[in-house]
């Protein structure tokens, strides 16, 4: 069946330095791609998606590249903030309406 | 943007007992609702999925005589969680899809179970 597998956490990082969460993912057909997030306390945000080969998801200075190739969606940011600190979720949306999380990764961002 | 509230947002309850937690589109009318739930730390598990008027389909090893889903109209779809034990105790999350494919998350509602 389809899944997502992503880079366990947690990640800790200085400010101001480069993320990359890697996600990567198996699926028939073709599935749309999402990064949510979910900051402390709160519900998920959608962050970024794709929907098909090729395509760039951006969003609040992070980017993720839809690469069937390599079935890989992976989440980068130049420059992280304190206020980037949360769990990032990698998922899949299949042609059945589902969502496929994979298992989270928590970043945390100190000063 | 669209919204999709959830009710309540923090429930406590006595094992033994049924909760219901409700999921509501505001602005749009979503012909499919999702139920998820998140332990700690962990990701979202898909609970079961629902179409306005018609029974609920479960994922491989959800109880449905436990989870009781209805979605009896295009804006409300109610999740009851039956004889909750503190086993039950998560965080429960639903997700509305429009017709035209756009999901909105609602914001949760976290369930403990005492």
């Known amino acids: 069946g389809d899944s997502v597998t992503q880079m366990e956490g947690p990640v800790t990082l200085s400010e101001e330095a480069f993320l990359t969460i890697n996600c990567t993912y198996t699926a028939t057909g073709y599935p749309s791609l999402f990064w949510y997030v979910q900051y402390p306390g709160e519900g998920l945000q959608l962050l970024l998606k794709?929907?098909?080969?090729?395509d760039k998801g951006s969003n609040k200075g992070f980017e993720a590249t839809y690469r069937k190739e390599t079935t890989s969606f992976h989440l980068e940011k130049g420059s992280v903030q304190v206020s980037d600190s949360a769990v990032y979720f990698c998922a899949l949306g299949n042609q059945g309406g589902k969502l496929i999380f994979g298992q989270g990764t928590e970043l945390s961002v100190k000063p | 943007g669209a919204v999709v509230s959830q009710h309540p947002s923090r429930v406590i309850c006595k094992s033994g007992t049924s909760v219901k937690i409700e999921c509501r589109s505001l602005?749009?009318?979503?012909?499919?609702m999702f139920w998820y739930r998140q332990f700690p730390k962990q990701s979202l598990m898909l609970m079961a999925t629902?179409?306005?008027?018609?029974?609920?389909?479960?994922e491989q090893g959800v109880e449905k005589d436990k989870f009781l889903i209805n979605h009896a109209s295009l804006t409300l779809s109610t999740l009851t969680v039956t004889s909750a034990h503190p086993e039950d105790s998560s965080f429960y999350i639903c997700r509305a899809r429009r017709d035209n494919s756009e999901q909105y998350f609602g914001p949760g509602t976290r369930l403990t179970v005492t």
């Open positions: 629902s179409n306005e008027g018609s029974k609920a389909t479960y």
């Open positions: 794709a929907t098909k080969a090729d």
């Open positions: 602005d749009f009318q979503a012909t499919t």
